[in-house]
């Protein structure tokens, strides 16, 4: 199985610093959408962990997120592509969960449902978390400069990570 992670926020759709709240606030990076079908249609598995403190903070509902959700699963579809599994962590960041990035659970969460080792998959993120994350199970650290990915850059990146445009960038790499 050939699997690629994405982190969501900054990778796949815009951020935002006061959070993606609303499905009309959920706007697609251009060329994100059309990059996750195009690997889909290239035979990878495309799976999705996303740190979502908003739940807990009471920014929007689990409706809401769900909703964001089937958009990004809707709008691949539309490209002739497939989302794989999405996993989320709806932890605030004093709940010392497991899963909230740069803890490693939600990858450990996707190679489960998988049955597929980590090591050497790569898991592209915009920040430091992200790629914590990653090397926390032994997966490729990628960074994209969407996002905040060129401010992470700035601060620093372990030195084995890859680092692209975008999303777009990535697939080309990948295709």
Same mark, same amino acid.
């Given at each position: ?26 706007? $697609?990076? *251009? /060329?994100?959408?059309? !990059? #996750? %079908? ?25 409706a809401t997120l769900d909703a964001m959700h089937a958009r990004l699963r809707e709008l691949v579809a539309g490209h002739g592509g497939e989302v794989g599994h999405i996993v989320y962590c ?11 990035? $740069?803890? *490693? /659970?939600?990858?450990? !969460? #996707? %190679? ?64």
């Amino acid at each position: 199985m050939k699997l690629l992670i994405l982190d969501r926020d900054g990778v796949i759709n815009f951020d935002s610093d006061a959070y993606i709240k609303t499905l009309e606030e959920w706007l $697609p990076i *251009p /060329g994100s959408v059309e !990059a #996750i %079908a195009q690997l889909s249609k290239a035979g990878w598995t495309v799976a999705v962990a996303t740190n979502q403190s908003g739940i807990a903070r009471g920014y929007y509902p689990q409706a809401t997120l769900d909703a964001m959700h089937a958009r990004l699963r809707e709008l691949v579809a539309g490209h002739g592509g497939e989302v794989g599994h999405i996993v989320y962590c709806p932890h605030g960041p004093d709940e010392g969960c497991a899963c909230r990035k $740069p803890k *490693p /659970g939600m990858l450990l !969460a #996707i %190679a489960e449902h998988y049955q597929v080792p980590l090591a050497g998959v790569w898991f592209v993120g915009d920040s430091k978390g992200d790629l914590q994350a990653a090397l926390a199970v032994d997966a490729q650290p990628v960074l994209v400069k969407t996002g905040k990915g060129e401010k992470t850059l700035e601060n620093g990146v372990p030195e084995n990570t890859l680092v692209f445009d975008d999303l777009a960038a990535v697939a080309r790499a990948l295709i």
